[in-house]
Nanobody
C-alpha cells in the first residue's frame, strides 16, 4: 500500500522556521522525483520545490533562498526546511512522488502551516 505521510506543520510567527517531513512507503522511493506543493486559502495548488532522483533541486521564485528541499533515501523521507516564514506562506503543504519513467504519481494528505503573529 502506497503512503506518503507528512508531518511538521504548525503555527509559527513571521520570521520563524519549520521543517516538514514526508515519509514514503509502498514504492521504490529512490526511483521517484519528490515535490512539495502548497495550497493557500482560496488559491490553486502551486509547486514549491522539487528534488529529483539525482538530488538536483528546483524552487519556486517565491521561496528561493528561504526553503530547502532534501531527501534521505535510506529512510525514504523528503524534507522541506522553511526559514524566514511569512504570512503568505500560510497553506496546506502536500508531498508528491512522481516516477519520471511512467505515470505513477502519489500524494500525501497534507500538513497545515500557518504563519501569524
Amino acid at each position: 500500500q502506497v503512503q506518503l505521510v507528512e508531518s511538521g506543520g504548525g503555527l509559527v510567527q513571521p520570521g520563524g522556521s519549520l521543517r516538514l517531513s514526508c515519509v514514503a512507503s509502498g514504492f521504490i522511493f529512490e526511483w521517484y522525483d519528490m515535490k512539495w506543493y502548497r495550497q493557500g486559502p482560496g488559491q490553486e495548488r502551486e509547486l514549491v520545490a522539487t528534488i529529483i532522483r539525482t538530488s538536483d533541486t528546483n524552487y519556486a521564485d517565491s521561496v528561493k533562498g528561504r526553503f530547502t528541499i532534501s531527501r534521505d533515501n535510506a529512510v525514504r523521507t523528503v524534507f522541506l526546511q522553511m526559514n524566514s516564514l511569512q504570512p503568505e506562506d500560510t497553506a496546506v503543504y502536500y508531498c508528491n512522488a512522481r516516477n519520471p519513467l511512467n505515470t505513477n504519481e502519489y500524494w500525501g494528505q497534507g500538513t497545515q502551516v500557518t504563519v501569524s503573529s
